[in-house]
């Protein structure tokens, strides 16, 4: 719980929760399994808690509405004049609207299983404590600026990306498929949903997490200077150029 909240800056103070994890942790399965159902857990007791009204400027995006979000971003950076910083290359943007076609497809077999709700959108290594005081490993999640309104499923497939990312290798089977069970198996008791149904689910999400970190920087452009802008720049390309590999 936070010891001391500043809403003005949007900081907050917490007790000494520990060093967050570490390289060795993220390449680790047990360790791996162990953040999965922290991760389930917190979400399942959010699950219908949060009124969303009450959180101004918190992104809300439907999965079916992700393509045409998609469509709409790139329009908009097309538009923006040559030597701007977030101009991408013309193949991206062309991909882009090939790729918004993907995300119609593929998220039109997402249900209302899994009801929309607080989706983390920053889940690694860096923004997970690792408390081990006690002698127990005591996970607790930080940092929930990128987070928004979607399907909570695609925050374990952000944390599934920043695994590989952080370990530089692909995840060797069967481990992606053991996490995968150990998230869902949390999920299964919260919602006594048909499993297969949430398998099928998990699935689907997948093709969202860039979709989501690349809305929950775009809604920042408006605010950023100049230097800004050009110093992080390269962010907001990066997320548009992976939503683009969609389209193959």
Same mark, same amino acid.
């Given at each position: 719980?936070?010891?001391?909240?500043?809403?003005?800056?949007?900081?907050?103070?917490?007790?000494?929760?520990?060093?967050?994890?570490?390289?060795?942790?993220?390449?680790?399965?047990?360790?791996?399994?162990?953040?999965?159902?922290?991760?389930?857990?917190?979400?399942?007791?959010?699950?219908?808690?949060?009124?969303?009204?009450?959180?101004?400027?918190?992104?809300?995006?439907?999965?079916?509405?992700?393509?045409? /979000?998609?469509?709409?971003?790139?329009?908009?950076?097309?538009?923006?004049?040559?030597?701007?910083?977030?101009?991408?290359?013309?193949?991206?943007?062309?991909?882009?609207?090939?790729?918004?076609?993907?995300?119609?497809?593929?998220?039109?077999?997402?249900?209302?299983?899994?009801?929309?709700?607080?989706?983390?959108?920053?889940?690694?290594?860096?923004?997970?404590?690792?408390?081990?005081?006690?002698?127990?490993?005591?996970?607790?999640?930080?940092?929930?600026?990128?987070?928004?309104?979607?399907?909570?499923?695609?925050?374990?497939?952000?944390?599934?990306?920043?695994?590989?990312?952080?370990? /530089?290798?692909?995840?060797?089977?069967?481990?992606?498929?053991?996490?995968?069970?150990?998230?869902?198996?949390?999920?299964?008791?919260?919602?006594?949903?048909?499993?297969?149904?949430?398998?099928?689910?998990?699935?689907?999400?997948?093709?969202?997490?860039?979709?989501?970190?690349?809305?929950?920087?775009? /809604?920042?452009?408006?605010?950023?200077?100049?230097?800004?802008?050009?110093?992080?720049?390269?962010?907001?390309?990066?997320?548009?150029?992976?939503?683009?590999?969609?389209?193959?």
């Amino acid at each position: 719980m936070p010891v001391a909240v500043d809403r003005e800056r949007g900081w907050l103070l917490t007790d000494d929760c520990g060093a967050t994890l570490t390289h060795p942790d993220v390449a680790d399965q047990p360790t791996r399994c162990a953040v999965v159902r922290a991760l389930a857990r917190l979400q399942c007791a959010l699950l219908g808690r949060l009124d969303r009204t009450e959180h101004d400027g918190m992104v809300v995006l439907e999965p079916t509405a992700a393509g045409e /979000r998609v469509r709409a971003i790139a329009r908009e950076s097309a538009a923006l004049p040559d030597g701007h910083p977030l101009l991408p290359e013309p193949d991206v943007l062309e991909r882009a609207e090939l790729a918004a076609d993907v995300l119609d497809r593929r998220t039109a077999s997402l249900s209302d299983t899994v009801p929309l709700d607080l989706e983390l959108n920053d889940v690694y290594a860096a923004n997970v404590f690792a408390d081990r005081s006690t002698g127990t490993l005591r996970l607790r999640f930080f940092d929930f600026g990128n987070a928004m309104w979607g399907h909570p499923f695609v925050s374990l497939h952000g944390f599934l990306d920043s695994v590989e990312e952080w370990t /530089r290798a692909p995840l060797p089977r069967p481990e992606p498929e053991a996490l995968c069970d150990a998230y869902l198996a949390v999920w299964q008791d919260q919602l006594d949903a048909d499993p297969q149904r949430l398998r099928e689910e998990l699935a689907a999400a997948e093709v969202l997490v860039w979709v989501h970190r690349l809305v929950a920087w775009v /809604r920042l452009i408006p605010h950023a200077d100049a230097l800004e802008l050009r110093t992080r720049a390269e962010v907001p390309r990066k997320y548009l150029a992976r939503v683009a590999a969609l389209a193959g």
